[in-house]
């Protein structure tokens, strides 16, 4: 048992799984954030179509995340879960009404409108929920023998309240480039517009985010300011891939403004795990101390060593059965 | 009035499980069912099966879309309201609860979509095999919750260190002492439910006389399933009684409604248990019927609420009315199944108006019987969470206010009053439209989506003026 750290395993299975979770959920939280600026209601149509068959295998990261943190990290699900207790409610409550809103839009006329709030409040609650998880984690939580001590709305603060709106604008922009990618004529012109606007957003609120964190958390400061480490790379690769969605769109390219994004996702995301590893519940535990027994991570981790792969497989096999355009009156299932 | 966030929280605990559990409680019975009848289509090529196995499937798909649905708040409930128990039990709740979610993952993955979207796709076999497959994936979905539920009944092969459980023997404690029993009588549960949805829809289609021919055969099978089902079920709910006489005594005696220990103990058939006076106000009752069921003898020792202090008694009327329920609406089971047999005689099952309107109606019984067999064990247990170990008030959130949780009973109502509104309301759509093969399915090219709703395309509401008077 001692061969090898099964904690560290853990935590880079649960990190890949957020991810996951936050590229893979947030395009698609990011159509419905837009869904009310959208130019027609045709355009909803092949905004809602271009998610419809891959949005709930989204949503298989963040329950197996969920229940993957009370196997692995106990001490995380104990103490995030009563702290951010409403934020949890609202993102659940979000996420369902979403999730009923695309099995039984396509399937009304006359309810359509009820189904495109639910799709739209749905999304933005959850993605709201998401970003004010990332403020709270930021900043830690009071906890004293293992046990959550703070109040109810201690979350709510003004920094959670940033990453909230943040990661709003973040997914809203996933959304725009994955509708760039999948989309055509009016409805791409229209995601080619909007695009910078949310570029712009984005590197306002991370750049607020960046200067905000270390104002709140000492040891982020020391991080990155007491050595010049290699971390920096890190930021500088989300700008370079700014840079990038901005040329790309620029040149009117179909595919690659999406990936520039998932690109800027991905470093931002590592460069949050980088300010804090190996602290999981700010500001005193780390993935050690958060874990399970050792007999019981191994016990889980080969069921889910064996379902990852086939969970990747069907999802790509997903992706690749609806590749292409979505044209309007395209099937709506 | 001060606001308890733990009873609250209990309610909320209950009100989103009992809700969860409607679904899976007809999936796994539907499941296996729609495993038959694609057997028999396999077997026999007979039209009938294969339209019957194709409308069930679009039920179930519905079904158990909600399910998944409804079963995303249960992986929160235990961190948000139980965080104390939570954190303790980890060890082995966390790892029961993620295979859970590992088997229902692996199961959706892999044939789930073949069953719902791959007739006519892949060869028969092929498709046989995967309805097989998705049922043999609820039974072991349900295996690894009503294991964990069951060790918190029962805990067995775990050590209690600083605070938190330990587990030492693997085998031991996932095959804790109450879980045969609880798992067999739950999946039996299952069949029974299945089987009678499947009548009284059957029923309901023979009454407005459509599709005939298959919903007779339909009809005819479930009532021999049933005939058998029901009364092994109440032998072996017998032996899950028995089990749990032997591990939670108090929790029988809070069943049977008797305060003192004693020989020669009648079966009460209706009481009123006086919590407060520890006793009960008035009771009828069968003489030493309760001391001949638990123990064989009719002068066997029947234990009594008495044994222990006060506070660790379970609220008695509720447990004891919840398994008369339960036993009363069984009997009721087993009583419609034996006259189902009686019709056949001369052919009368499927023109007895009156019989086919009963198993219409009947259709909503096992729920009610499922979700009252569930409070019996669940608040039966009270007041520990896991039983002798850790009690309610031990495990629940300390942060938790009562304002918190009265929030998030009422929004969870609210969520789900809305998710079942809509999805009974779109179920009977599904139903309505019938085993008829549905229009421009198959000339559809356009790829479907693999998700389980996709697959039932009955619309929601009308385009014109509503028709659902008709």
Redesign the interface.
Known sequence: MESFDLSMIWAVIIGFGVIMYVLMDGFDLGLGILYPFAPSEEARDVMMNSVAPVWDGNETWLVLGGAGLLGAFPLVYSVYLPALYIGVFLMLAGLIFRGIAFEFRFKSRRNRVWWNRAFCWGSAVAAFAQGAVVGAYIEGFPVEDFVFVGGAMDWLTPFAVLTGISLMVGYALLGATWLILKSEGEIQRWAYRITPVLLLAVLSAFAMISVWTPLVDPAVFQRWFDHIHLIWVLPALALACAAWLLMAVHRRQEGQPFIATLGLFLFTYLGLVASKWPVIVPPDYTIWDAASAPESQLFLLIGVLFVIPIVLAYTAWSYWVFRGKVRPGDGYH | MELDPLLLSRLQFAFVVSFHAIFPVFTIGLASYIAVLNGLFYKTEHPAWDRLAQFWTRVFAVVF?MG??S???M??Q???NW??F??AT??????M??????TA??LE??FLGVLLFGRGKVPQGVHLFAAIMVALGTFISSFWILSANSWMQTPAGAELIDG?F??TD?SAAIFNPSFPWRFSHKVMASFVTGGFVVAGVSAWYLLIGRDVEANRRALSMCLWLLLVLTPTQAVIGDFHGLNTLEHQPTKVAAMEGNWETDTNVPLLLAAWPDQAAQDNRFEIGIPNLASLILTHHVDGEVPGLSEVPEDEQPTVWLVFWSFRVMVGLGVLMIGVSLVGLWLRRGGRLYRQRGYLQVLRLMSVTPFIAVLAGWFVTETGRAPWLVYGLMTHAEGV?????G??AL??LI??MT?YA??FA??LY?LTRVVRQGMLPESGDDA?P??????P??AA???????AAPTWRQ
Do not use: Q
């Open positions: 879309g998944v649905v079963g995303i708040v992986s929160f235990f961190g948000t965080s104390n939570s954190y980890a060890n082995f709740i966390g790892p609860l993620s295979y859970e979610v590992v993952f692996f993955a892999a938190r330990h587990i693997w959130t300390p942060s938790l206010t304002g918190m929030f998030t929004g969870y969520v809305v998710v809509c999805g779109y559809d356009s790829p479907h989506a693999k998700r709703f996709s395309n009955a619309r929601f509401d009308d385009d």
